[in-house]
C-alpha cells in the first residue's frame, strides 16, 4: 500500500465488493490477498477495513456465488485474526466481537 507519509487512516470500503471484482475479472485471487494481508499485519497507518458478514443468510443455489460466499467468509476470518478490533453492525447498533468499541 502505498500512501503518503503523513496519512494517519485510512478507510476501506468494501472488501466484499474488491473480492468480487477480483473473482469476475480472474485476478490472481491469492496474491492479492496475500498482500491484503501483509499489509493489515503491519498496517502503514491506522487501517478501518469494511466488509459484508455472507454467511447468516441461506446458502446460494449456485457455485459461483457459494464460492464467493466461502471466499468471502475465509478472508473475513483471517483479517479478523489479524485486526485489534472487529465490530459487527447490526441494524445500526455497533456489537464489539473483538476489542472494544471505540
Keep these: 500500500m502505498n500512501l503518503p507519509s503523513d496519512v494517519r487512516v485510512c478507510l476501506v470500503d468494501c472488501l466484499t465488493v474488491w473480492l468480487g471484482n477480483l473473482m469476475h475479472y480472474e485476478k490472481d485471487l491469492e ?48 483479517l479478523a485474526l489479524l485486526a485489534d478490533r472487529v465490530v459487527l453492525l447490526m441494524a445500526g447498533i455497533p456489537l464489539a466481537i473483538k476489542g472494544t468499541l471505540p
Design 31 to 78: 496474491a492479492y490477498l496475500e498482500d491484503l494481508y501483509r499489509v493489515v499485519d503491519d498496517p502503514p497507518c491506522e487501517l478501518i477495513l469494511v466488509t459484508n458478514e455472507t454467511g447468516l443468510g441461506i446458502v446460494p443455489a449456485d457455485p459461483m456465488s457459494r464460492i464467493f460466499r466461502d471466499r468471502a467468509g475465509w478472508m473475513n476470518q483471517r
